[in-house]
């Protein structure tokens, strides 16, 4: 993952940092990340209120710089290597703390909800308007972002900052979304890609609602059945559903569905991440380019 420079604003107050990690829940006897540790202005922080920090960057000159100020930290390791390509431990508790490139909000989002262990908090700089997808209702409607973190995670805004508090000052609104993960996952790790399957399938139909985008799968009374007993109108469209709705229809797709039905979602979610894919690396390279330009100028 090549860092871009004009995705990640660096916040000016240290004390300002100090305030908001200090009442956090990071803690001194703990592992904490760093991700994208640029110029060390989190990692310094993170180290007076954590046992041990893991400063990950992939620039060279920034990952440099990070080992002129911390190689002789006690509690500080710097590492060298990209973000989405870091294994995160298996066998230790950990959390997460970063100021990360926004461009690759979704990657990295995606990384860490992925981990066989997940860290125990999170904490991501992030676009006010990007952190809305991941919280879903009350806040906003559902969508399939919402709907995959709220399996694993409690997601909620920590603190929202002021333009001020960064150089550059950034265009957007940002914001400190906090990701707690939940002592007990409501999917569990073996129905994982079913579960993001099935809900890619109900989403992606262009149907007028979720009855007709699951008209292959339910049968109409089967479906009546669903929204009778988990409260919703049978006019719906899927990003209406609470997250519970939907894993009661998916509870009951998973217990209830013959098997030739159930082929019908197959690989929908890893379809949507190669096409997400192709289409991120066309708004970077655009992205890239324009900042190459302006920063000429």
Request: net charge positive.
């Amino acid at each position: 993952m090549r860092q871009l420079k004009h995705s990640q604003n660096f916040v000016k107050n240290q004390a300002l940092l100090e305030s908001i990690i200090k009442n956090s829940s990071i803690c001194n006897k703990g592992l904490v990340f760093d991700l994208g540790a640029g110029h060390g202005e989190i990692t310094k922080v993170l180290r007076r209120y954590s046992k041990e920090v893991v400063a990950i960057e992939k620039d060279k000159k920034l990952y440099n710089e990070l080992l002129n100020h911390f190689g002789l930290a006690s509690n500080v390791k710097v590492v060298n290597q990209d973000i989405l390509k870091y294994n995160f431990p298996a066998d230790r508790n950990y959390k997460i703390f970063s100021n990360i490139p926004f461009n690759y909000t979704a990657d990295i989002i995606r990384k860490l909800s992925g981990q066989k262990h997940l860290a125990d908090d999170t904490y991501l700089f992030a676009q006010k308007q990007a952190t809305l997808n991941y919280l879903g209702l009350p806040k906003v409607k559902e969508s399939l972002k919402s709907l995959f973190i709220k399996s694993k995670f409690n997601p909620s805004v920590f603190y929202r900052f002021s333009r001020n508090d960064f150089k550059p000052s950034p265009r957007v609104e940002v914001v400190l979304l906090r990701l707690e993960k939940i002592a007990n996952p409501l999917i569990s790790t073996n129905n994982d890609i079913e579960w993001k399957n099935f809900v890619v399938y109900g989403f992606s139909q262009s149907k007028p609602s979720l009855k007709k985008s699951f008209k292959h799968i339910f049968t109409d009374k089967q479906f009546l059945r669903l929204s009778k007993d988990l409260k919703f109108d049978i006019k719906s469209k899927p990003s209406d559903l609470s997250v519970n709705q939907w894993l009661g229809i998916y509870n009951f797709f998973r217990d209830n569905v013959e098997m030739n039905k159930k082929s019908l979602i197959k690989n929908y979610y890893q379809s949507l991440i190669k096409q997400q894919g192709r289409l991120d690396k066309i708004f970077r390279t655009r992205t890239d380019r324009e900042w190459r330009k302006n920063s000429h100028k």
